[in-house]
């Protein structure tokens, strides 16, 4: 094999465990959730798998020529790559998701540790003397290394924000197969069993090109919209499987989910009825809110920072959003665009950004925190939608941040919660001034949400010592899926 061969196989095969890497992350998402639990998953996967195929292929490559391996190795690895959207979403609607990991193992550690093993072989073939062992090594390691960074710029700068997952997986399945045979082809000379083999297989892999669940795969999300069959109007988007935001275009006063009736109630709580406010969300989702309140609150300007333009996209095309003057939505991450904003400028604050079944941990710190409190007039009010279970250890640690910055904190949340029986939404409201508490819960009374609130010693005694959250430890992820 000369070294414009060698390099490229080495370079194209550590490019794509890398591509496959990053894929399968937004892959299993939906199933998994976006969490810090699933991407240490799909690392720990892919790091075992590159381990596996070094250490395999470098045996196999002094006990087999590997003139007869490498185009195999890299067409049985393009049909696992291919048929990885079938198989994930096959083990995920097989026993409400319970295949979705042994599906990830396979799609992951098969392909990662084949592709793998392709370095130690071309190197076996490189080397034609002792006395270069170490300059054909170092070269072809610094390739391999080379590809991977390729893969992964590719992929997380273009790749995902351009073409669907699925359709990443099957076209470089389609290509390592066609490689396979074109190697085995150079290296071996062509065999009459290869062509019919090669088309059998291709064949095959249409099969993973079958839509997948998604309405739009957005850059951070796998993105639907679906009709409410009980209200006429009625959307609901749903994000990684999960129903984000619900919006009736024809009617926005109407707020289906029990947390936005919730957060409304405490908006409500901070100016009159029908007064304008200077608004800012953290997230978009669906609008729900910022739609509400240019209803019910004429005058009010609304500044959204949304991180996912594809969501954006989506609320115009099918949930009928419609932005101006008093609706500017900016495609931005919540952090950073709170940063630009102005002191004092915002009555209210709004922060619902989720990702995965998590607020982002970076939007849950003191200092994220700080910086609400910053932009708010001083009886302004910041109303956070946040998401627990178990023993709710990330919300008591949320609510101890709240009370770290803002001299009045009140929770809302129904009765099981409050209990701490139960988990699901809680909306905190939190404010420098006194907290109009009483007319909080008429409002949540008003909308039949069933909630209650909590604020002073009996928050404390929710909270019952829960440590503050930091931009230097903020272990969300951890708090919101406790282990041990």
Known sequence: MNEKGAVALVFGSSAAVLVVELVALRLLAPYLGLTLETSTLVI?????????GSWAGGRAADRV????????LLGISGVVV???????RGGAETGAGTLVVPAAIVTIVVPGALLSAITPMVTKLQLTSLEETGTVVGR???????????GTVVTGFF???????SAILVALGVTLVLCGVLVDWRVRGWRTVAAPVALLVLGGLGAAAAPGGC?????????VVQQDPERDGGLVLVLDGVRHSYVDPGDPTHLEFAYVRAAAAAID?????????????LGGGGLTLPRWLEATRPGTRSLVSEIDQGVVDLDVERLGLETGPDLEVRVEDGRLGIERLDDA???????????????PWHLTTLEAVREVRRVLVDDGAYVQNLIDRGPLAFARAELATLDAVFQHVALLADPATLAREDGGNLVALASPAPLDLEQVQVGLDERGTGWGLLTGADLREWVDGAEVLTDDHAPVDQLLTPYG
């Open 159 to 165: 790749l995902v924000s351009l073409v669907p997952v």
């Open 269 to 281: 709580s901070v100016r009159p009825a029908g007064e304008p406010l200077e608004a800012y969300h």
């Open 65 to 72: 020529p590997p003139r007869r391996t490498l185009g195999p």
């Open 215 to 223: 309405d739009v795969e957005t850059t951070y999300h796998c993105a």
């Open 44 to 52: 720990g996967l892919a790091l075992s798998a590159i381990a596996l």
């Open 345 to 359: 400028a915002y009555d209210v604050v709004v922060g619902d950004a989720f990702g995965g079944l998590s607020v």
């Open 82 to 88: 291919a048929l990885t959207p079938l198989l994930v």
């Open 140 to 150: 072809l390691s610094g390739i391999a290394t080379a590809g991977s960074i390729a």
